[in-house]
């Protein structure tokens, strides 16, 4: 597989199966002149990619779809080398990629057309437009927990709002990102959509730094995103922030317990428990909680690593699964399901602790492993209470027979699944995005659509006024009539 990008030196590093240790390809480092270079070739291809305008453009994105489709499960082998997750957990995650593309790909138009506005009674002779034309080049940094399906948010929206993208992947899933932009340049041939960049953080830097790229859009830690902004803050790039969470579960007295701990252990072991919007802290009502953890206890059990989740794809994340397993113990907590000898790396096998004070790091810092904090309290308004006891606010869960909406409404996070686990990913038309430590701005949706473009608002005069207001020529009798016509109209 090639890059899009010359190389300018010869530096390079492996891409490895975290499984195996074993090199799955190698890739180059590119500099900060090859990411220059990606973007004024982005720049290039920007100009004619926007005058195809929004039917020329849905065209080729959905031919890209189908593309991805007839390929699926090549990518799904790519996916599951580099990041040692099961074959269909890869695939899955394909398939909720390709339906976002099939939705932006659709939705464009409508969403970002131009489009006519009230004008307002005071400024009735002039017709009002608003119009969302795209930024030109949007940088996406990705990760590499979901190398598909999340970076898919920033870049089918972006190539759908009419821009081109520079897209450097993780370093640990670079040909993730090729294997992206090889199958959207058969879909598109004769003209690169995506100019890959790899490498380290390095490479990444420059991306933000580099002019000329409309906007950055990242995902991953929420320390890598504050250098992210800062690299950005050096050209004025504004940027999309999607950062890490450390989402609750609240299963309230009437709650489907069978379905709440089949949720809760999907939502915190699928893809080992590295998932940004995974389960890793559950509130269980006193009532239910004993019923409810021995269900999760059973089905927890029963999870097999190496076959139904994988390893840790960043060999570092082991270590902080262990450190947040020990002081979850040290300081009370019951481990009901595995323990400290749970972690064997590269796997980590599941592990369920009960009543764990509140300050542990198991409970406060994001985990991004298969542990699952289970903590009993006396009612939901203390639930609520602990669930938005963190800086983060990504996404909850709330299982409840009948007050599950009102309880969603009281979270501070951005999405919320009720009855169910990280459906709203799955929703194309819903906003993906968080509050607090977990970033701003929005992927998906129409909101995702309008963070790659701009607002444009034209106000043409269809006739003169009969009194002139902005001009010198304005009379006090004018002002005297334009005062009056406001306390009729305003001041009831």
């Known amino acids: 597989m090639t890059t899009s990008v010359d190389v300018a030196s010869a530096a390079s590093f492996d891409s490895l199966d975290p499984r195996t240790g074993e090199v799955v390809a190698s890739y180059p480092v590119h500099t900060e002149a090859d990411v220059r270079a990606a973007v004024d070739r982005a720049t290039a291809t920007a100009v004619w990619w926007d005058e195809l305008g929004f039917a020329g453009r849905r065209e080729r994105l959905l031919a890209w779809r189908k593309v991805l489709v007839a390929r699926l499960d090549e990518l799904a082998g790519i996916v599951s080398a580099e990041t040692g997750k099961p074959f269909d957990d890869a695939r899955l995650e394909i398939v909720l990629a390709i339906d976002h593309v099939d939705w932006a790909a659709k939705h464009a138009e409508k969403v970002l057309g131009r489009r006519r506005v009230s004008s307002g009674m005071l400024m009735a002779n002039q017709a009002a437009t608003l119009a969302y034309p795209p930024l030109g080049v949007v940088g996406v940094i990705g990760p590499w927990n979901y190398p598909v399906f999340t970076p898919m948010g920033s870049i089918a929206y972006a190539l759908a709002a009419g821009n081109t993208v520079v897209f450097k992947p993780s370093e640990l899933t670079p040909g993730v990102g090729h294997a992206l932009a090889t199958m959207l340049a058969e879909a598109v041939p004769g003209h690169t959509l995506i100019e890959v960049v790899t490498g380290l953080g390095e490479t990444g830097a420059a991306l933000c730094r580099t002019p000329g790229v409309g906007k950055i859009a990242f995902t991953g830690s929420t320390a890598t995103g504050k250098r992210v902004m800062a690299a950005c803050a050096e050209t004025l790039t504004p940027v999309l922030i999607e950062c890490g969470g450390k989402d609750a579960l609240i299963v309230a007295a009437d709650a489907d317990l069978e379905a709440a701990a089949d949720a809760t252990v999907w939502g915190g072991m699928s893809n080992a428990g590295q998932t940004c919007v995974g389960v890793e802290r559950v509130y269980a009502v006193e009532s239910v909680a004993e019923e409810f953890t021995a269900k999760v206890v059973e089905k927890a059990r029963a999870v097999r690593t190496g076959t139904e989740i994988g390893p840790m794809t960043m060999s570092s994340q082991t270590e902080v ?41 198991a409970v406060t810092e994001e985990t991004f492993g298969p542990l699952i904090v289970i903590n009993r309290v006396p009612d939901v308004d203390e639930a609520v209470r602990r669930a938005n006891g963190t800086g983060y606010g990504l996404g909850a869960t709330v299982f409840s027979a009948k007050d599950g909406d009102a309880i969603a409404a009281r979270l501070r996070c951005g999405m919320v699944a009720v009855n169910g686990v990280i459906s709203f990913a799955g929703i194309p038309a819903l906003p993906f995005g968080g509050v607090g430590d977990s970033g701003f701005g929005r992927i998906h949706g129409e909101d995702g659509l309008r963070e790659f473009t701009r607002p444009k608002a034209v106000a043409r005069q269809r006739f003169p006024l009969p009194i002139a207001v902005t001009s010198f020529r304005r009379t006090s009798g004018g002002m005297k009539a334009l005062l009056g016509l406001v306390k009729v109209l305003r001041g009831r």
């Open 321 to 361: 699964v262990r450190r947040h397993v020990a002081d979850a113990l040290a300081r009370g907590g019951r481990a009901v399901v595995g323990g400290a000898g749970s972690v064997k790396p590269p796997f980590v096998e599941p592990v369920v602790i009960v009543d764990v004070p509140e300050d542990s790091s």
